[in-house]
Structure formats: C-alpha cells, structure tokens
C-alpha cells in the first residue's frame, strides 16, 4: 500500500461485505441507447470479476486481460463514472484488454452501496457518492495497483484514466501514487468547494502531480464550466513541476459532458474516437504500453 494513504474512520474501522457486480447497465441511466452500443467481444481475453484485498474486507473489481501473456503487462486502473462499475466500465476494460492491457476497474462505492441499482442521480449522488471519502478511493485503487503488480502487471508500466467522477479521481490519483506513469481524464470536474472528504480538487493539486495527465473535456458541459477548465489550463502552464508541464487538455467545441458514454445521448461519436486514440497515443508516449 502507498505510505501516502491517510487512514480514514470511515473505511478502518469496520469490514465489509461484498457480494457480486451488478449485470448490465446502471439504472440511473435507462433506457440505454441501444443502436450506439460499443460490445466488445472477450474472445482472446480472460475477463471477469476479482476480489482485491482491502484493510477492511475485500473488494469486488472487473478485471480484462490478453488470455495468452508473454511476460509483465502494461497496467491501466480504469475509474468508473459516477455509475459505478456497469457494463460501459467493464467494456472499455476489454477495450484496454484488446490493445494488450491489464485492465481493472475496482468498485470504489463498494462500502457505500450498489451505484447500479439506484433508480435516479439524485438518489445515488445522495445516498451513495457524496458518503464517498477521496482518502478511501486513494487506499482502494493503491490496493488494485498492489494487486495487478502480483498478478501479472507491470509496476513500472501503471496509467489510470477515469471518467465523470471518475475523471476527477485521475487527476487526484496521478498526484497521489508515485508509481503511476500517466494518466487521463474524461470530464472530471477540476475545481470545487472543499469538503471533510474531498478537502481537495484537481486545481489544487497540480504542484504535486507525479505523472501527466490528458485532460478530456467538453466545451459544451454545463456542469464543468469552460473558465474551471481554462483555469486549469493556466495553471498547468505556470507550475515549475515537470508532471503538469507535460499535462495537456483538449477542450471539443459544442461537445457535452459523457461524450464517450456510447449508451447515452451525450456520446459523439468522432469527438470520442479523436479522445480514444490521443490516450492511447498519451499512453505510449509516457511509455506504459
């Protein structure tokens, strides 16, 4: 575990059970778009659920990876959105898995509750994320890295990327875990009021970046405005650090939040296709590939 993690009462004190993933998409976000649907196929893969060991209890994640392995694996710690670890997070698992990855997306609500079976965003922002302490999902995903490490990763080859609340956790992670290499983020929010369990935000973290970020963001989304993301932009330029020098955002013109979210209404098809292939190019550049 990373001796950066703070303990936290909220996940040490007590265990925790887990049962199973949900199948299939969230229920916050039906009825899903069924004609844009991304499927990508497990053929070639070994892909499933995992439990990775925690202080407190064991945690559920979606694990995808090539079934014939030569060798330590590229690692990327893939961040679920805001609805938790659905059918979308586990493709684009596959979709890792497929180009060569190690790819694994920890429920990081897992103490909290089920995300998929909440019936509507208000429900799950208030019953499930907003009881969601940063310092817990930094002690969780340092776990999932311990994990891949000892299952066939490569520590030197870790990237995390994460979208919508997951996007946030990226930029925060990549600050958190000397051992990540690169990171990107997918429409986090960048700068908010501080709170007892996210004391920080994106924007406050920048001199502490230990690899760099791509930034994914939608000049179209209304709930990160284009000044947070410009702020932002500012003051990766002005850092003296070298992660944040080499940090980059892409802002797509009339583009909206969840761009790449293929199951909704906000997927665009060539703004998602333009952002996959820069991660990817992102990836091998900072040499986890």
Same mark, same amino acid.
């Given at each position: 575990?990373?001796? !950066? ?12 059970? /887990? ?29 499933? !659920?995992?439990?990775?060991? =925690?202080?407190?209890?064991? &945690? ?8 014939? =392995?030569? +060798? ?9 959105? *805001?609805?938790?670890?659905? !059918? ?15 790819? *694994? ?19 799950? *922002? ?5 009881? =969601?302490?940063?310092?817990? /999902?930094? @002690? ?18 870790? %990237? ?11 930029? &925060?992670?990549?600050?958190? $875990?000397?051992? /990540? ?16 369990? @996210? ?5 406050? *973290? ?16 209304? +709930?990160?405005? $284009?000044?947070?993301?410009?702020? &932002? ?11 944040? &020098? %080499? ?18 209404? @906000? ?7 333009? %952002? ?11 040499? =986890?590939?």
């Amino acid at each position: 575990m990373n001796p !950066e993690t703070p303990q936290h009462p909220e996940f040490s004190r007590r265990k925790f059970v /887990v049962g199973t993933l949900a199948s299939g998409f969230a229920l916050a976000v039906q009825p899903v778009e069924a004609q844009s649907v991304i499927t990508t196929p497990a053929t070639g893969l070994t892909a499933g !659920e995992v439990k990775i060991p =925690v202080a407190d209890g064991s &945690m559920l994640a979606y694990r995808a990876q090539p079934a014939t =392995v030569v +060798g330590k694996l590229p690692t990327v710690l893939v961040v679920q959105e *805001i609805f938790g670890v659905h !059918e979308h997070i586990r493709d684009v698992c596959r979709r890792f898995a497929q180009l060569g990855y190690l790819a *694994i997306a920890p429920d990081l609500y897992a103490r909290q509750g089920d995300a998929t079976k909440a019936a509507d965003v208000k429900t799950l *922002i208030a019953e499930i994320v907003s009881k =969601v302490p940063d310092a817990q /999902v930094m @002690s969780d995903l340092d776990a999932t890295a311990d994990w891949a490490v000892v299952n066939g990763g490569d520590a030197g080859k870790l %990237a995390v990327t994460g979208f919508c609340w997951g996007g946030r956790i990226t930029w &925060m992670y990549s600050a958190h $875990n000397p051992a /990540v290499k690169v990171g990107a983020a997918w429409y986090g929010g960048l700068a908010r009021e501080a709170t007892p369990l @996210s004391p920080k935000h994106p924007i406050d *973290i920048v001199d502490a970046l230990k690899a760099p970020v791509l930034g994914l963001y939608g000049a179209a989304d209304t +709930g990160i405005p $284009n000044d947070t993301v410009e702020r &932002m932009q500012a003051a990766l330029k002005a850092s003296k650090n070298p992660a944040a &020098m %080499a940090s980059e955002i892409v802002l797509y013109p009339d583009t909206p939040h969840g761009f790449h979210a293929d199951y909704r209404p @906000s997927y665009r098809e060539k703004q998602a296709d333009d %952002a996959w292939a820069r991660l990817k190019d992102w990836f091998v550049r900072h040499g =986890v590939a």
